[in-house]
């Protein structure tokens, strides 16, 4: 078997059965794409950064890893448990330290895996653990897509009069979107089971269907009330519908059944399409709503029906969309683009994979993202997760129209109600809406201005250990958010190896004044050892849900570069005003 034949196997025995693509076929299918070239891998303290040339229709790539040039070469795995590949050059590869040969294969699709590119191996230039970061003066317009859409796990909670922890349901979920509103500026929220029973869109009385769309208004009305648009996810099945009501995901019982009736499927999705243009308006739904078919129909435990009936789910459903207005954007899956008006997509544990070659000139929707799929898990709540997001947003700007954490707060019941105050929920907020240190990350990406400044790295780790994202003010300030981080989660809990001296050279040509925010262990990362706090920890808790600047505010002169200490994970952001006094 050669070195190729490997490399395939083993990345068919990760995306084939179980995983993120469960109905994937055990043998890849081949691709047409060439070996990366220009592969080149550095050693640095406890890092391999490994880079290589971009290859047009790419939608990612698989670093591999081996002791010898001779082989086996086998994928990196950073521990992601989603798809193990990234979109783009470079990578840091803080699973195996120094040393080692390494190899790029660039992915036509997540099962077409071209072929590896030239090994070469990890070259030791001895570079001291520092990075220095310059900021450029060219502004062009920031895109900041962490605006575009926050993840809810279904909206009827907005209208839930019960508890979890003793707080309530309904009113936090609504307090949440809020402040996912106000304060990181995010405009959409999507969201599963709008056709839920519990929201009661259909049922059928005397075998004759009847729509009730009263929940649904008070659901939509709260969501604009907050200055937000819904993301409509058509699903899952009304019971009265289903092919299979027995056929339910999730503790809530969601049904995932096709329909028995394809035209009354047809007939309800119309119906709901008029509802809403009716009640909102037609410029409004034309111009800031998404139709979205299904969630994740890839995946048995969401859709047991065939990938053909999928896909006649997906055009009966965009005909009775567009039968309402042509110009309405409905869309889906990767899997469905065809006939789609945009294309919607899902992965967790690496960033978003460039999917514009699949896309062509649809826009593209990542409509669930975050560091796990996996309920529970701990690093949901940690400074990880939050350098993780900022790693994602700053990969996606100018190439995804939304890039969706999942969700914004953790009243989730998928597997059951949370257990307790930090139990590795999926929300940037707490049960109680407190601010995770992925809120936190948000928050600073938000304080930076409407234009950004190009910035270039240099030094061990640049760009795939430490990033930046500089830009400018209104003032003639300079805002710069900085974190270092690896998608490697056994260095979740951090890694003293990984500590980078960060050198800051803002170009600054008269004083400016410096204030400071950072995001690690010891700032803006709450934490509570137990279930649930007693009515005087909340409050305590509640009164210090804020971010408070680092370090004393400082001058910085004309010239003057700025230094700190940035550890793996740990974010920091720079604000940097104009100021004449000493």
């Known amino acids: 078997m050669t070195i190729e034949d490997r490399a395939r196997a083993g990345w068919a025995a990760l995306m084939g059965g179980g995983g993120a693509q469960d109905r994937t076929p055990g043998k890849p299918r081949p691709s047409g794409l060439p070996a990366p070239t220009g592969a080149f891998a550095v050693s640095g303290r406890g890092q391999v950064t490994v880079s290589w040339e971009p290859v047009d229709g790419a939608i990612g790539y698989a670093v591999h890893r081996a002791d010898s040039a001779d082989g086996p070469f086998t994928v990196v795995d950073h521990g992601g448990g989603d798809v193990l590949a990234v979109p783009h050059s470079p990578y840091a590869d803080t699973t195996a330290g120094r040393g080692g040969w390494y190899a790029v294969a660039a992915l036509e699709t997540v099962t077409a895996l071209g072929p590896l590119s030239i090994p070469v191996p990890a070259v030791d230039v001895s570079l001291a653990p520092a990075v220095t970061v310059n900021v450029g003066s060219d502004p062009t317009p920031l895109p900041r897509v962490w605006e575009a859409m926050v993840g809810s796990e279904h909206l009827s909670h907005l209208l839930s009069t019960e508890t979890t922890g003793g707080q309530p349901i309904g009113e936090e979920l609504t307090g949440a979107l809020r402040r996912v509103h106000d304060e990181l500026g995010v405009r959409t929220v999507r969201a599963h089971h709008i056709l839920g029973d519990d929201v009661g869109v259909y049922r059928e009385d005397g075998g004759e269907p009847v729509y009730d769309f009263s929940r649904v208004d008070r659901i939509y009305d709260t969501v604009r009330s907050l200055g937000m648009t819904p993301v409509v996810e058509f699903g899952y099945m009304p019971r009265d519908l289903a092919r299979e009501p027995s056929q339910t995901v999730f503790t809530h019982r969601g049904v995932i059944s096709p329909p028995r009736d394809w035209d009354r499927w047809y007939d309800l999705i119309r119906a709901f399409t008029a509802h809403v243009v009716d009640r909102y308006g037609l410029d409004e739904v034309r111009s800031r709503w998404w139709f979205e078919v299904w969630n994740e129909p890839d995946l048995s435990v969401f859709w047991p029906g065939t990938p053909e009936e999928y896909r006649r789910l997906h055009e009966l459903t965009a005909r009775a969309v567009h039968d309402v207005d042509p110009g309405l954007r409905v869309g889906g899956p990767a899997s469905a683009a065809v006939g789609a008006d945009f294309v919607s997509t899902h992965v967790y544990g690496t960033l978003p994979l460039d999917l514009r070659p699949l896309a062509g000139d649809r826009p593209l929707l990542w409509t669930e993202w975050g560091v796990t799929a996996t309920h529970g898990n701990p690093i949901n709540d940690s400074v990880f997760a939050a350098a993780f997001l900022l790693d994602g947003m700053r990969s996606a700007a100018g190439r995804v129209d939304a890039l969706a954490p999942w969700v914004a707060g953790d009243h989730v019941e998928e597997l059951g109600r949370p257990a307790k105050l930090f139990h590795g929920g999926f929300g940037l907020l707490t049960v109680g809406n407190l601010a995770k240190p992925k809120f936190w990350a948000l928050w600073l990406a938000a304080r930076l201005g409407r234009d950004e400044l190009p910035v270039s790295l240099t030094g061990d780790g640049a760009n795939s250990l430490v990033s930046a994202w500089a830009s400018r003010y209104d003032d003639g300030g300079t805002g710069v958010l900085l974190w270092n981080n690896t ?96």
């Open 487 to 582: 998608l490697d989660q056994s260095r979740a809990t951090g890694d003293p190896h990984l500590t980078r001296s960060v050198v800051v050279r803002p170009a600054l040509t008269v004083p400016h004044r410096l204030r400071m925010w950072r995001v690690d262990q010891r700032h803006g990362n709450p934490r509570f050892d137990g279930d649930w706090p007693t009515a005087a920890q909340w409050a305590a808790l509640r009164a210090a849900d804020h971010l408070d600047e680092s370090e004393p505010a400082r001058q910085v002169a004309a010239g003057e570069d700025v230094t700190l200490e940035l550890p793996n994970p740990g974010i920091a952001f720079l604000e940097l005003t104009p100021s004449t006094t000493g």
